[in-house]
């Protein structure tokens, strides 16, 4: 359990943008447990902090939500990128690697050091 | 962008109403789709649900979370707060009336009396750089010399030695007979130089106004309407414009209406050039120096200050009183002052206005430190209630916002109350402003006004929440666990609530003083002797000759033909026992005042030159007017044109004239180089009678010497009836108008009115000053009262178990009033004794204000003294009552 990762502020809304990249409409539980897979089950998401998430991003435009037939049957809201959130999604992934980078920098380990 | 977005999404979403459906929905269909995995897994479907409900952490959570993310929950916590308050209110209806009513009055009287303020004194004036412009007032020291008006050669020398005065604009008071669809009707008028409105800074609301070009003899006569003539009169019909209108006979052009602007120094129905009147383009007129009939307003010139203006007009002044002696009697000590425009305007408004506010204010500090100590008190009560929500969880940030939205909601329903009494009151207030201001008409309650009421009870609330003093953080548990009921709260709030009750009583009594004194006013004014043997006396002011006729004496025999025709028809009526004629009517002031020589009676040096009003007066007058004869003789229907000149004076001139000698039989004669220019003829006159003294232009003015002239044997200046009746005075009334409109169908004729009635008008805004701060007065009264009467029971409400205890130790019933009256009188006394203190120093300001009593009248310190003491004992009375008539027995069970 130690590996468990507290999701960070703003990193949340990264994840679910690219998740809905990836894979296409789809509902919050799907999104949940991708997020889960993805992290290898380092990071759970109870729901109070992933639908206030995905309202938030709706509210912002980023994403459009509906109500559809689930894939067996059961009526689910449903999650798509839209325009905005694809460049919001670009602009953000790049920001983040770029900062990846140089704080990797940073932090390579000593004993690393050529 | 798209944070806009965002809140545009939320405040929608606030509006939006319940979406808690769809997200629990949601929220459902995530969990089903849980527990169906955990069943694909191999779970029990029991376990499965209990399961993904767990991994949920919580529905009811999540959905507050997203509730959250969808509104706006500081508005949401609000609402709560409001309804919260709401509800507090509601269950404590007693407090809550109390407390609206009291701010409602306290307000209301504020925001009314604060919209006259601020028409009348505060708003700047509708004129182009109105700051700009300064009045000039000519005075000298005796009766009507308070302002002299200017001749024309006078203002010719300010023009050109005053250059700080970039502009003098000329104004003559005068009046017109205007005839419309053939009925007469009396327009009063300012005869003005053609630069006037250029120099105080007007615009016309429609057509032109006059310039130059206007100036001088040999133009056409042009009339600008003022803005509520206009509205009055014409209906505000645009088309008046280039219309002809009849005015003293002769055709004038209306060339535009004035915009709305205050009129000063006098309200006048419309503006002429000076054309109109022949007598204001003759040389008698334009080149007379004595000839003062013109009001100087000036506008300062470019960077010119009102000082330089005023050592300027100074030096003017001195080198005219230099060079023409004959002008300017040394012993009457002329002068000038130059004077702010908005100064003079305010002048006779402000003090009055001033009492008024600081009345309101006054009542202000009562009200909200009432409002205040029902606040501590039921906050007292409430302690416990504040202690358990706080232990609960409410912060005191939170608890302090719970009582300031409480507190909002009662004073701005109270503001809102107190806006609509104000509607009310503003009319009344206008009404008296008018009396005092030409700026009445712009009283408005407007945004600014409201602004101030919103303002005032927005800082109100915030007081009232600060000062309750809420449970410090972390002795919740403390007090608690002690359990104790403090009802009378901490020796602080005591304190302070005791202080509030001693201010009301001493600002009760502040304000009762300032009523007292003006209610004294009144009285003295209503008992000053009219001078007249009877008040029951009908007046009736029929003027036959224009003012331009007057100078001319064209009319004047057909004027004394039908005046004489009026008084015998007037004699033959049933019930009249005398009727006179003669101008003015009695009690009424004469607008003609002269300089009087005496034959053989040389003034000592120095001895300021003698003046006096002119009056005509037929043989009757004095008779019917009851003006007692006290030496000599009346007129007799001998005294005609080349007979011996005679004339009657009053006892105040022949005091004057000879103090120590009989006046009958000796000559004065009208005197000064004014005679020059008037009808009036300077030969001598043998004084054939001494007659009393009247209160002629008020009761509030010292007599004013007085010449008779037989109205048979000069020039007819003016005239009128008096008449004494013995019954119907009423119906009389009817018939003499009848009388007077057949003999003269195109007068202006004045109302027929009794002495009575003349008197009452001087008392009259005095009695609306003492009526307007006795109701405040009283109201402080009532609020005082309830304050004493509410803090005491609260005290002794608190202090049953002790009460109680004194009794079952033997203290009888007696003793316990005693303790109880003892420390409500204690509050009373220092009340007074402050309020006391204060009003000897404070009311000196009321001292114009005043007649006949003294700022610090003693009697009346003293009576209105008693009167809070009763009033205030009184209310001690009830609780200390209630005190006697606890039962030991059950106090003491009950603790």
């Keep these: ?114 | 962008m798209s944070y806009l977005r965002l809140m545009r999404a939320r405040v929608a979403g606030f509006f939006g109403g319940v979406r808690t459906n769809d997200d629990r929905e949601e929220l459902e269909s995530h969990l089903e789709m849980a527990t169906a995995e955990h069943v694909r897994r191999g779970m029990l479907p029991a376990d499965a649900r209990r399961k993904a409900m767990i991994e949920s952490g919580g529905l009811a959570q999540a959905a507050e979370a997203i509730r959250g993310q969808r509104g706006l929950p500081w508005l949401e916590s609000i609402g709560v707060d409001v309804r919260y308050a709401l509800r507090a209110l509601r269950h404590s209806p007693a407090f809550t009336t109390v407390v609206v009513a009291t701010l409602a009055l306290g307000i209301g009287a504020n925001t009314a009396i604060f919209s006259v303020v601020r028409g009348v004194l505060l708003k700047p004036l509708p004129h182009r750089e109105g700051d700009r412009l300064v009045y000039l007032r000519q005075s000298m020291d005796g009766p009507g010399g308070e302002s002299i008006n200017f001749s024309v050669p006078e203002i010719e020398d300010l023009k050109k030695g005053a250059t700080a005065l970039g502009g003098i604009a000329q104004f003559s008071a005068w009046w017109l007979t205007l005839l419309s669809h053939g009925e007469p009707s009396r327009m009063e008028v300012g005869l003005v130089s053609g630069n006037y409105f250029d120099v105080l800074g007007l615009k016309a609301v429609i057509g032109r106004l006059t310039d130059a070009s206007n100036d001088g003899a040999g133009v056409a006569p042009v009339m600008v309407l003022t803005h509520d003539y206009w509205i009055s009169h014409f209906g505000g019909d645009s088309s008046v414009v280039g219309r002809q209108v009849i005015v003293d006979g002769s055709p004038v052009t209306v060339i535009g209406v004035l915009q709305e602007a205050p009129l000063f120094p006098i309200r006048v129905d419309a503006l002429l050039n000076m054309v109109i009147s022949s007598h204001h383009v003759s040389a008698t007129m334009v080149q007379g120096r004595t000839h003062r009939m013109t009001e100087v307003i000036a506008r300062l010139a470019p960077g010119a200050t009102v000082e330089q203006a005023r050592s300027e007009v100074s030096s003017v002044y001195a080198r005219e009183q230099a060079d023409y002696k004959e002008a300017y009697d040394p012993g009457s000590h002329f002068r000038v002052a130059v004077i702010p425009f908005k100064k003079a305007i305010d002048e006779k408004a402000r003090l009055t206005l001033i009492m008024l506010m600081a009345a309101a204010a006054f009542v202000m500090i009562i009200s909200a430190s009432n409002v205040l100590n029902l606040t501590l008190m039921r906050d007292g009560g409430r302690e416990q209630e504040l202690v358990v929500r706080a232990a609960l969880g409410s912060g005191v940030a939170r608890l302090r916002r719970l009582l300031l939205v409480e507190n909002l909601l009662l004073a701005l329903t109270g503001a809102a109350l107190g806006a609509i009494i104000a509607v009310g009151g503003v009319k009344l207030l206008t009404l008296l402003a008018a009396r005092y201001s030409p700026r009445a008409n712009e009283i408005r309650l407007d945004g600014a006004v409201l602004a101030f009421t919103l303002t005032l009870s927005i800082v109100l609330a915030l007081v009232l929440s600060f000062v309750a003093a809420l449970p410090r953080e972390g002795s919740f548990a403390a007090a608690i666990v002690s359990g104790a009921r403090r009802m009378s709260g901490s020796a602080g709030r005591q304190r302070l609530q005791r202080a509030l009750v001693i201010t009301q009583v001493g600002v009760t009594v502040v304000l009762l003083a300032a009523a007292g004194l003006l209610t004294r006013t009144m009285i003295r004014l209503s008992d000053v002797r009219t001078g007249l043997e009877s008040e029951e006396v009908l007046s009736v002011n029929v003027p036959l000759v224009t003012p331009a006729q007057m100078v001319t004496g064209s009319g004047d025999a057909d004027a004394k033909e039908r005046y004489e025709r009026m008084e015998r028809e007037v004699r033959a009526l049933p019930g009249v026992v005398d009727v006179g004629v003669g101008s003015p009517g009695p009690l009424r002031g004469s607008d003609i005042v002269l300089e009087v020589k005496a034959l053989e009676r040389p003034l000592a040096t120095g001895e300021a030159m003698p003046r006096a009003d002119y009056r005509t007066a037929n043989p009757s007058y004095f008779s019917a007017a009851g003006i007692p004869l006290i030496a000599g003789r009346e007129f007799s229907t001998t005294d005609l044109p080349g007979s011996a000149n005679v004339v009657i004076i009053n006892k105040t001139l022949a005091d004057r004239l000879y103090p120590h000698a009989d006046a009958i039989g000796k000559q004065i004669a009208w005197t000064g180089d004014v005679l020059r220019f008037t009808p009036f003829h300077g030969d001598w006159r043998t004084i054939v009678g001494v007659v009393g003294n009247t209160q002629d232009g008020g009761q509030d003015v010292p007599f004013r010497a007085v010449v008779w002239m037989p109205f048979a044997q000069e020039r007819v200046t003016g005239g009128g009836l008096v008449i004494r009746a013995d019954r119907n005075v009423d119906q009389m009334k009817l018939a003499v108008e009848k009388i007077v409109h057949a003999i003269a169908p195109t007068a202006v004729v004045g109302k027929v009115v009794t002495v009575a009635q003349i008197k009452d008008e001087s008392v009259a805004p005095r009695r609306l000053n003492a009526v307007l701060l006795s109701s405040l007065g009283i109201l402080a009264v009532l609020i005082a009262a309830v304050g004493i009467a509410g803090i005491l029971a609260f005290s002794v409400s608190a202090r049953v178990n002790e009460i109680g205890i004194r009794m079952s130790l033997g203290a009888d019933r007696g003793r316990v009033q005693r303790m109880i009256l003892r420390e409500g009188g204690t509050m009373l006394g220092i009340g007074l004794a402050l309020g006391i203190v204060v009003a000897y120093f404070l009311l000196d300001v009321m001292r114009g204000l005043l007649f006949g009593v003294m700022p610090h009248d003693p009697l009346t310190l003293l009576a209105v003294s008693a009167f809070m003491a009763v009033v205030g004992l009184l209310a001690c009375w009830i609780p200390a009552l209630r005190a006697s008539r606890v039962d030991p027995a059950i106090t003491m069970r009950s603790t």
Excluded: C
Aim: hydrophobic content about 40%; proline content about 4%; overall charge positive.
């Design chain 1, 1 to 114: 359990m130690s590996d468990r990762v507290d999701v960070k502020q703003g990193t949340l809304a990264l994840m679910i943008l690219g998740t809905l990249d990836v894979l296409g409409p789809l509902h919050g539980y799907g999104v949940a447990r991708r997020i889960e897979e993805t992290s290898r089950n380092r990071i759970t998401l109870n729901y109070g902090t992933l639908y206030p998430a995905l309202l938030k991003l709706e509210q912002h435009g980023f994403i459009k939500a509906e109500w559809r037939q689930s894939e067996n049957n059961r009526r689910a809201k449903f999650y798509s990128l839209t325009a905005a959130g694809r460049k919001r999604l670009a602009s953000e992934a790049r920001e983040w690697n770029q900062m990846a980078e140089l704080l990797a920098a940073f932090l390579t380990p000593r004993n690393a050091a050529p």
